[in-house]
């Protein structure tokens, strides 16, 4: 095993940083660590927004749930899927892009493009020292979030990610076991065998929250899962992402 490797299986989030900024060199080398992810047929179909700004760092809590940790970090970037510089492309070269721009399989690229560039700046983070913390909650009110960010058409900020000097590191959570998520060949489809994987899965996870909450909680991963898909969250998206220019086709 290398460092790489080591510091990749000891990922955790985040939720708690000290009251230090990042420096510019360390900005500087994670967005240059996320440009160096692979991108679709190189269209580099993203883009990078950080903030610093306290007021905005506040207000973005406020629109993502009032996560503490959106304001209080060493640095918050937003990572954003980007077509709009094709739009300029097509402007430039004088060739009318529309049909691709809007096709499902570009808004795909645009989001694939965005999340393998945001893993590598986690990764490139972490190996800093830094602690992350993904921030799904800038997706519940993307109306205010792109007004806040003065974003154009064919920009859609997808999610967060606080970045800083750990303060109280938290647990390694467990993961699903690997025979449960890797197959080779075909998609086992026994869900016998599926549910007996997840039965003990369940029983990992509410020992990993008696032990960390002495005993406040025990809860199970299925019993979480079935929660919170229970409450459709976020219905607006469909429309919202069309009325950016993506996904129309």
């Known amino acids: 095993m290398n460092t790489?490797?080591?510091?990749?299986?000891?990922?955790?989030?985040?939720?708690?940083?000290?009251?230090?900024?990042?420096?510019?060199?360390?900005?500087?080398?994670?967005?240059?660590?996320?440009?160096?992810?692979?991108?679709?047929?190189?269209?580099?179909?993203?883009?990078?927004?950080?903030?610093?700004?306290?007021?905005?760092?506040?207000?973005?809590?406020?629109?993502?749930?009032?996560?503490?940790?959106?304001?209080?970090?060493?640095?918050?970037?937003?990572?954003?899927?980007?077509?709009?510089?094709?739009?300029?492309?097509?402007e430039m070269e004088g060739a009318d892009l529309t049909a691709s721009l809007e096709s499902n399989e570009k808004f795909m690229v645009a989001v694939i493009d965005a999340a393998l560039a945001a893993q590598n700046a986690s990764i490139a983070a972490e190996s800093m020292g830094l602690g992350i913390c993904y921030i799904g909650g800038l997706r519940n009110q993307l109306e205010e979030v792109g007004r806040l960010?003065?974003?154009?058409?064919?920009?859609?900020?997808?999610?967060?990610?606080?970045?800083?000097?750990?303060a109280n590191p938290s647990d390694k959570k467990p993961r699903l076991p690997m025979e449960h998520v890797y197959h080779e060949e075909t998609y086992p489809q026994d869900d016998a065998v599926y549910k007996q994987q997840l039965t003990a899965y369940n029983e990992q996870i509410s020992s990993?929250?008696?032990?960390?909450?002495?005993?406040k909680r025990k809860d199970t991963w299925t019993g979480q899962m079935a929660k919170m898909l229970s409450n459709p969250s976020r219905m607006y998206m469909k429309e919202f992402v069309q009325s950016k220019g993506f996904d129309k086709k």
């Open 4 to 90: 790489v490797i080591e510091t990749i299986l000891n990922h955790r989030s985040i939720r708690e940083y000290e009251d230090r900024p990042l420096s510019e060199e360390q900005i500087r080398l994670i967005v240059e660590s996320a440009q160096a992810a692979s991108t679709s047929s190189y269209i580099q179909a993203y883009s990078i927004i950080g903030v610093k700004n306290p007021e905005t760092k506040r207000r973005l809590a406020e629109l993502a749930g009032n996560q503490p940790y959106v304001a209080a970090n060493g640095h918050f970037f937003i990572f954003c899927a980007d077509l709009h510089r094709h739009d300029v492309i097509a």
């Open 149 to 166: 960010l003065q974003l154009p058409d064919r920009v859609l900020p997808l999610f967060g990610l606080s970045v800083g000097y750990p």
């Open 208 to 215: 990993y929250y008696n032990e960390r909450t002495h005993g």
